[in-house]
Every structure is written in C-alpha cells, then in structure tokens.
C-alpha cells in the first residue's frame, strides 16, 4: 500500500529523516514511536505531501505522493490542531470535510452516529464554534473527521495525546476495529508505548531519522521497548 | 535591564519571522514612503514663513499656523488610526514569568511614543522654529512654542491608543473614529465651539507664558495613566478569555449551489467573513466605499475633470476586492496544511475565491447605479471599471496571493494585539488602481473620455476570455510555490 524508498529529508546539512526502504501492506495498523526529533512528525508530513522531499519518494498505491495528487482521495489526516477550521462549529466541519470527500449530509450523518459514546456528549449540538472547545475535544473532532469518506489509509499523529482515559479507550477499539474489519491502512505516531503495543500490529522505532527496530506486536514487545527506552537494553538482557 | 530583554525579543520577533524575509521590496519601499514625508515635511518647515510672509504681509506667521494647527491635529488623529501600527506584544508568555506587569504595560506604551508618527512632525516644526528665531522672534518662547507641539503630538498618540484599544473590540471599528473627527470637524464649523481658537489659544498661551506647558503636559499625564489602566486590566488570561463563547448563529448557505463546484468553499468563505472580527471588518469598509463618489461628485470642480469618475469607479467597485483579495489565501493560513492534505483541486478552491470577488464587484457596481444622478458619464465609467475589476483586478490579486507569506490568526484574542490597518496593506492595493488609472488616463489624453471607456472594458473583456488560461497559470503559480506557504503559515508571527 505504501511503499518509501531512499526518503530523505535535510535541512542546510542536518539530515532529519532517512528511510531506506519501509513497506507497508493494506490493511496494517501502523505504528510509530520514537523520542522527540525522531522524525516521526517529517515523516507524516511527507506522506502528506506537506513537505517537498530532499531525495527518494513516497509511493501510496503506486501513486507518488510528490507528483500527482490522486493520493488525496483515498488518504485522510489529523496531525494537530491547525488541521481544523477554528469558526465553523463542529458538525459544519464534519459536513464540510464529507461534501471535500463526496459524502452528502445525511452520509456524514451515518457515520458521526457511530461516534456518539466516542464524543460523550461534548461535541454535537453544543452551538459552540470549534475554537471554543477545549484541545481533547478538539482532537475528538478532528479525529472523527479523519474518518470521514471511508479512507483507506488514515494518518494520526499522537492521536491519544490530550483525551482523557475514558477516550482514550474508546479510540483504542476504534482503530483497531479500522484495520483488523474495515481493512484501513491506519498510521498512527505516539510516545505512549503501552497504546501502540495495544493498537498496532507492527511497530517502528525511529532514532534520529532512521529505523532502528521493526516489530510484530506480540507478548513481548511492549517489555522490549520499555528497556530500548529507559537506555540500558544490554543490562537488562543480561539479567534476563 | 528588563527593557533590554523585551527590545531584544521584539527584534528577533520582528527579524525572524519569514514575511520580513520575504518582503524585502516592500520593506524598501515603505522606507521611500517615510522618506518622501520626511522630505516634504522638512520643506514645508523651512518654506512656511517666507511664503505666508509674502501672501499675508500684514498678519504673524505665527498666528496663522496657531490658528490652523486644529486641523493639523484633526487629519493626525485620524491619519494615525489608520496608518499607525499599535505596538504588539504576546504577553502570555511573559504573565508567568517573574516581570512586574507594570513594567510590561509601561514598556508598551513606552514603545508607543517612539513611533514615526510623533517625530514626522519634527521635520516641519523645528525648522519652521528655527525660521522664527531667525526673524528675531524670542528664542525662549519658540522653544516652548516647539515643546507644546510635541506634547499634544504625544497627546493624539496615546488618544489614539485610546480609540484603538477602544474600537478594536467593537463590531464596526471604523466608526467611533469617524463620528468623532466628524463631530469634532461639524462642531467647529458650525461655531458651537470653536476649537480653532482653543488650540491656538493654548499654544499662544505657552508661547507668551512657559508656565503655560504644564496644562498640556498635565493633559498627557492623565492620558498615559489611563491608558496604562486599561491595558494593565487587560493582562489576564481571563478577562480576554471572557468574550471567549460566541452564540453560533448557523446560517443556510443553501443558494451557493448555483456556483456549483465551487459552492463548498464559497460557503466556507463567507462564514469566514461573518464570524471572525478581521475579515468582518472588510464587509463594512463596503459601506465607507460607496459612499467614497459622494466626496467627489457632488463638488463642481470635479464635474469637469472626468478622468476622475474611472477612479472612483474602481474603487468603489473593487473595494471588496482590495481589501479581501489581497489576504488570499492568508485567511485560510490557519488550516492551510489540512487544505492542502484534503481531497481538493487548487484550482477549485481559487475559483471560488474568484467567484466571490466578481460577485462583489457586480454587487458594488448595482449600488453603484444611483451616482448616474450626477451624470451618465459616471455610470459609463463605473460599468468599465467595474468589467476591467473583473476582467483583470481579480486575476491580479489572485496572482499577487501566490506570494503571500504571512499567516493571519483568525483566532486570536490576546490583549495587545490589535492587527490593525498597517501602511502596508494600503500599498498592495496601489498597483490594483494606478494601471488602469493610467491606461484610462492616458486614453483620455489622447481621445476622449469614450475611448477611455472602451479601453478599459476591452481590457477587462480579454481577462473574461481568456479567465480560463490565466486561472491555470495562477494555480500552477500556487502550486508551485506550496511547501513554502504551508512554512510560513504555520510559522507563529
């Protein structure tokens, strides 16, 4: 489904991103971890096509990513808050996305139904602009409207950062039902561990731009990533 | 030691943000403007005596000036509320940090005073007060006379601050300004008051008594301090997070169907006009344009000089064009990276910016109509400049928006930050309304005033045919200068 070759990305000399080859079949949920400047981030954001590449390229569906734009049709994102239009309230937004994606009212309706335990209460009929909602419920918003137009690769980038526990289990079951029933390609970045390893079923570490582990979720990865992250790794193997 | 820290932040505020990497031409060409006035307001100061020496032999020079510095003042106070930049500061980040708020409120207003706008005045004053030393007028008095000036120049500086800090949180932010000049201009006419005679009293007052100084400094002391009041009132997170919750009014936009594909943005468009404060504002300007003809039309001298009528016709058939269009695709800055990840074509999206430009044009121009009750000649010209608006002006401004690089925060309602008309909006607006000035005016010279006409519609009717291949060139325009834009918008001013 998404296939990277030779991606890099530098600023002046500073390379902030390096893949070398990183596939990603239809139907995986993604995950991507790393410390702060990892490129997690530079990596969504050339997916997307936000920033222009300094060599390689992205190809999502066979489609590259930097020179056509047919890749928009079948891809969807949340990566922050800027993602959001501040003055309109939440469903005109949901509306506004769908009539992007070719959805009609009573579509975007359908699904945002589905959403409702997920929303709490909080987000429909509040006659609250989206600027005047509090950050977790704006992800909420935006998260849901990432939803819209059966996409078949969703982007989310830290999407459990801000919701409160309740969510967050709540879109934990919601991705995972994405990849594992709906067959959605879903990539998802966190620095929660215990999350991705719930969510995911593969999980890529980035260091400083580069891929450094490449697991398949299983009982033991989410211990094996506590011990990369806490530093000590050969310590701990010894003991073990 | 603090000052020092807040000069060095602004510096780099103002240093690192990419418009002004961007905008260098333009930074160059406000320098030129600032030295033109500087240059014209030197020779006014020099030339003032000789020439109302000769023209008024029996009067004081002196007393003349006094006598007119009412007007003087007037045309700065309303010149300043639309020229002068408000000094802005983000003060979040400092209200938690060990500053006094005192300090950063003195600093603000502080940084006020060294504004171009009260030293521009020096350039004529001080030679013009040299000139009165010179023709053996008392030395002491001048310099008092000088000092008085300065201080009611800093009086309409912090006024202005005033009416600012006053009218930024008002729907209609021009109005306060205008039916107060106004007022103040209709009192004195009528005589009821005659400030005339009050300002050149106070300032004849200091000339022949010193002591006099302290009334107008008394004056700017209490300005300051009041000044300083409101905006210390107003460093808390909470007391601008008050106005925080709208009512949303939800409106049906359902008659957009008609522009068909571009129906979706032009719905999105005009909610972003109605419900943010910035581009709300470029709705009323409307108002203040159409009633622009009326400073012209209805005055004999005019009448005649029919070279006149194409330029209050562009203007007040593109107003709307001007003002919104030169922010495109600023206004969707905040969310530009979600555009351009959206399942859209640019050229959709620019379309319907061009859709609502035209329409507003077509819109003025109806209004427009009833000048023709000053002539026929008028509503020729306005209809030719109303089709070369549409035919050229539009693809222009949209052109010209390819190398916008400065974000607009639509959300914004942090306290100090004004975001108010800067010189450099008015000088984007100047290429949009010279060309076809001089294209007519130069027709007219030549012809007639119909050929005028004509060459202005024939312009415009070749931007309508060829509407098509110019969007293209835009939107690959756009195109291609995409990452930088999302950049530079997503870069905090």
């Known amino acids: 489904m998404i296939n990277v070759a030779n991606l890099t990305k530098s600023y002046g000399s500073k390379t902030v991103l390096k893949i070398e080859d990183l596939q990603i079949p239809k139907g995986q949920s993604f995950g991507l971890i790393g410390n702060n400047g990892a490129g997690k981030t530079t990596f969504f954001s050339l997916l997307l096509d936000l920033i222009r590449p300094s060599s390689g390229h992205i190809k999502s569906k066979e489609v590259l990513v930097n020179t056509s734009e047919d890749w928009k049709t079948y ?148 211990k094996e990533l506590e011990v990369h992250f806490s530093g000590n790794e050969t310590f701990i193997d010894n003991a073990v | 030691m603090k000052l020092k820290h807040f000069i060095s932040l602004e510096w780099k505020q103002y240093f690192r943000s990419a418009y002004w990497q961007k905008s260098m031409a333009l930074n160059i060409l406000l ?69 006094k708020r005192r300090k950063v409120v003195h600093y603000v207003l502080g940084k006020s005073s060294f504004s171009f706008f009260n030293f521009l005045p020096l350039f004529a004053v001080i030679p013009f007060g040299v000139m009165l030393i010179i023709n053996e007028y008392p030395m002491i008095s001048v310099i008092f006379w000088i000092l008085a000036i300065l201080i009611i120049t800093l009086i309409i500086n912090f006024f202005n601050f005033l009416i600012e800090s006053f009218s930024s949180e008002r729907e209609l932010s021009y109005v306060p300004i205008i039916v107060f000049a106004g007022s103040l201009y209709a009192i004195n006419y009528f005589n009821l008051i005659s400030f005339t005679t009050l300002v050149s009293n106070v300032v004849s007052a200091v000339y022949s008594n010193p002591i006099m100084l302290i009334i107008p400094i008394v004056v700017l002391i209490v300005l300051y301090l009041i000044n300083f009041k409101i905006l210390k009132s107003k460093l808390y997170l909470d007391s601008s997070l008050k106005t925080k919750t709208q009512e949303v009014k939800v409106s049906n936009l359902e008659w957009t169907r008609k522009f068909g594909d571009a129906a979706t943005f032009m719905q999105l468009d005009l909610k972003l006009i109605w419900r943010n404060k910035r581009p709300r504002s470029s709705v009323f300007i409307l108002v203040i344009g159409l009633l622009y003809g009326l ?7 005019y009448q005649n000089q029919p070279w006149m009528f194409a330029f209050v016709g562009i203007f007040v058939t593109g107003i709307f064009l001007i003002n919104f269009g030169q922010f495109i695709p600023a206004w969707d800055s905040g969310y530009y990276k979600m555009l351009m990840s959206q399942n859209i074509k640019y050229k959709q999206y620019l379309q319907s910016k061009h859709t609502l430009m035209t329409l507003s044009v077509g819109i003025m121009f109806i209004l427009s109509i009833p000048y023709a009750y000053f002539g026929w000649e008028i509503l020729l010209a306005h209809a030719a400049a109303a089709i070369y608006n549409i035919g050229i002006n539009t693809h222009v401004i949209l052109f010209g928006g390819a190398f916008n690089r400065k974000k607009i925060d639509l959300n914004q309602r942090a306290a100090f930050n004004y975001q108010g008309t800067g010189a450099v909006q008015w000088l984007i607006g100047i290429p949009i309304m010279l060309v076809p000035l001089a294209v007519f005016g130069a027709s007219y010279y030549f012809f007639s005033f119909e050929i005028g006409c004509l060459t202005l519609s024939v312009l415009g009717l070749i931007g309508v045919v060829f509407h098509k291949k110019l969007m293209q060139i835009i939107t690959e325009k756009y195109i291609a200068s995409k990452y930088t834009m999302i950049q530079a918008f997503s870069q905090e001013n």
């Open chain 2, 295 to 301: 400073f012209f039309y209805p005055n004999p001298t």
């Open chain 2, 31 to 99: 320098v030129f403007l600032a030295l033109y006035f500087v240059v014209s307001f030197l020779f006014l100061g020099v030339a003032l005596y000789p020439i109302l020496k000769e023209t008024f032999p029996d009067q004081d020079p002196l007393v003349i000036v006094n006598s007119y510095l009412f007007y003087w003042f007037l045309t700065d106070i309303v010149m300043r509320f639309f020229f002068q930049k408000l000094p802005v500061m983000s003060v979040k980040p400092l209200l938690t940090l060990p500053i």
């Open chain 1, 75 to 222: 891809t969807s994102a949340f990566i922050d808050e800027s993602f959001l239009i501040g003055y309109l309230t939440p469903e005109e937004y949901f509306y506004f996305i769908g009539e992007l994606r070719g959805q009609n009212k009573a579509d975007v309706d359908a699904l945002i139904s589905q959403f409702e335990d997920f929303f709490h209460g909080e987000i429909l009929n509040q006659k609250k602009y989206l600027r005047d909602l509090s950050k977790g419920n704006q992800k909420k918003a935006g998260i849901v409207a990432a939803l819209i137009g059966n996409p078949e690769i969703i982007v989310l980038d830290e999407p459990f950062a801000n919701l409160d526990p309740t969510t967050q289990i709540r879109l934990k079951n919601i991705l995972k039902d994405l990849a594992q029933t709906k067959g959605v390609t879903v990539l998802v970045s966190s620095h929660d561990l215990l999350h991705v390893t719930d969510v995911c079923e593969r999980i890529v570490v980035l260091e400083k731009g580069e891929v450094i582990k490449d697991l398949a979720t299983s009982d033991a990865t989410l």
